[in-house]
Structures are given as C-alpha cells and as structure tokens.
C-alpha cells in the first residue's frame, strides 16, 4: 500500500502509530515500526536524558524508521527538539503549540516534520513554515481535542495544502483507512487502537476500560474552565471533574485536581487516573500484537478499497 506517506517516511503502510504521552514507549514504538507503520516515541514533559534511553531501546528493538511526538508547551521542548537531530530520528511530530523555531534545523539534518493540526489555518502555516505533512486531528480522537471532526477537517485541509495529509481521530480499522482516502488523506494516525496491543507497556486496567466501552462511554472535560479540553473514558473520576466544571471552578484548581492524571491511569488507578481514549474505545475488543492489528487494517482496507 504506498502512498505519499509512505514514501516521505520510508515505511511500508501508511499508518502512524499516535504519540500518546506516558504510553508511546520504545517497545510499542518498535513493534509498531517492525510491523510496516511508523511507530513513535510521546516525549511529554520527559527530560531528554529519559527520552534519549527510549530511543536508544527502541534502536535495540527495530532496525525501521520511528520518530519522536513532541508537545511544544513541554519545558523540555527545546532539548528534546535537539535530541530528534542528535539521534538521527526519520521524522518529528508535535502538537500543542508551533514547531516553527525548529523546523530548519530539522530539515537541515533530514529530519521529517509532522506538524499535528486541529484546524485548516494552523494547516496552512505549518506548510509556510517547511513541514512535509500535516496531521489533521479531529476531535474524535482521545486526548487533547479541537472542536472539528475528522470527517469534516480533512478534505478542507487536504484541499488547503500542497504537502500529504494524514488523517487522526475516530479511525480504528480497514473502514477507518479507507475512508481516510476518500477524504483526501494519504495515510492514518492511530492511537486508540494500539492501547490494546500486547506490546503497549499501560496496566491492564487501562485496557480493560477501553476494552470494555461501549460507544457512549466517552467524555470531555476541560471545555468550561480551560481553553485545553480532554477526551477520555467515563468514569468516576471524569464524572467528578466534570461536576467541578460545573461549579464553576478555576483554571487553577481544574489544573490542580487532574496533575498526573493520566500518568495514574497508565499504572491503574482508576480512583484518580484519567483513562485517555478516543471514541472509536467501543470498536476495540480485544488485545493483540501491533503486527496483527496492522496486518487487520491493511487487508480490509485493501479489500474495500478493491
């Protein structure tokens, strides 16, 4: 299945495993990689050092392309920004926020760079700034959300911008690709799907929760008191954040009672922890390798699209 994604990233498929922060770890990345996509490493809020041994691990795990997520609003944005061109990385995705300061140099060192976008303006100047792509992300997906939806942002970004798109948010399956092109994109991130593969380093309960929901099992906090909302699995603890919005609480204190919430449910807490996920949870019904997930979407895509 080659496209233009494929052939800017030297990958096999055209799907780009998302970089989920506290999940995306080198062995995920690795199997992800090894299976035919583009497996990526989450920087977060990591220091570099932490980061530059999830890289070197990965190394020791895949001789594939795999690349770096970055979240610009990180304090360590600069020096992992650094560590992509130190470390020879095939490609830099990044989000919350411009990479624009970066991107030369990154080209520079042959860098690939996969700008996130939630909305055809960012799109337009991510293209003026260099990136080879744009990820457009509707708010479908978990995590930290825009307000458009996939359906409805990718053919306005694809018509927009001269560089290959790739279509996130709401894609779990076959269907999933195949619909991704006839919107305009040349490929898919994932990050959903892959919470329930063997190799995804998160507690069990965490793939419980996903595994277990049901479509309407999905919820996001953070639209009243930020300007940053979440999507994640319902649960009691989302179920109290919301009702805190509801109140009228401050930035402050919303800030306050979800810190280190998603790093909580990645080992299980399910009192405290945020259970990030998009709403394509209810398709997921099971845990399997990253290659058979991959293997899955590639032959039904390919069939469909047939």
């Known amino acids: 299945m080659n496209t233009k994604i494929t052939e800017l990233l030297g990958i096999k498929y055209p799907i780009i ?3 989920m922060a506290w999940i995306s770890e080198h062995k995920l990345a690795a199997a992800v990689s090894d299976a035919g996509g583009a497996g990526l490493i989450a920087g977060g809020n990591a220091p570099a050092e932490v980061i530059e041994r999830e890289i070197a691990a990965a190394k020791a795990l895949t001789d594939k ?3 770096l997520n970055i979240m610009l609003m990180s304090p360590n944005a600069d020096d992992l920004a650094q560590l992509v061109i130190d470390e020879k990385l095939a490609f830099v995705t990044t989000g919350a926020g411009s990479p624009g300061k970066y991107i030369e140099a990154w080209k520079s060192a042959g860098v690939k760079v996969l700008p996130v976008v ?3 303006t ?3 100047r991510m293209v003026r700034a260099g990136a080879d792509a744009v990820i ?3 708010c479908e997906a978990g995590g930290h959300i825009g307000e458009n939806t996939t359906m409805c942002l990718v053919p306005q970004v694809a018509d927009a911008v001269d560089v290959p798109v790739v279509a996130a948010g709401g894609i779990a399956d076959g269907r999933g690709l195949a619909a991704a092109f006839m919107l305009g994109a040349v490929g898919v991130q994932i990050g959903t799907r892959f919470l329930a593969a063997q190799e995804c380093q998160i507690s069990q309960t965490y793939k419980d929760v996903v595994i277990k929901a049901k479509d309407t099992d999905s919820v996001v906090t953070g639209r009243i008191a930020t300007t940053h909302p979440v999507r994640g699995a319902k649960t009691k603890f989302s179920r109290a954040i919301l009702e805190l919005e509801k109140c009228g609480c401050s930035s402050d204190e919303f800030e306050e009672k979800t810190a280190g ?5 990645v080992d299980g807490n399910v009192d405290e922890g945020s259970f990030m996920c998009g709403l394509i949870a ?7 390798p990253a290659a058979d997930i991959i293997d899955e979407i590639i032959r039904t895509a390919g069939g469909l699209l047939k």
């Open 17 to 19: 495993q998302g970089g």
């Open 65 to 67: 392309p795999f690349g």
């Open 118 to 120: 939630p909305g055809v």
């Open 122 to 124: 960012l799109a337009k």
């Open 136 to 138: 457009a992300e509707g």
């Open 261 to 265: 919430a998603l790093k909580k449910a």
């Open 282 to 288: 209810g398709m997921v019904n099971e845990v399997k």
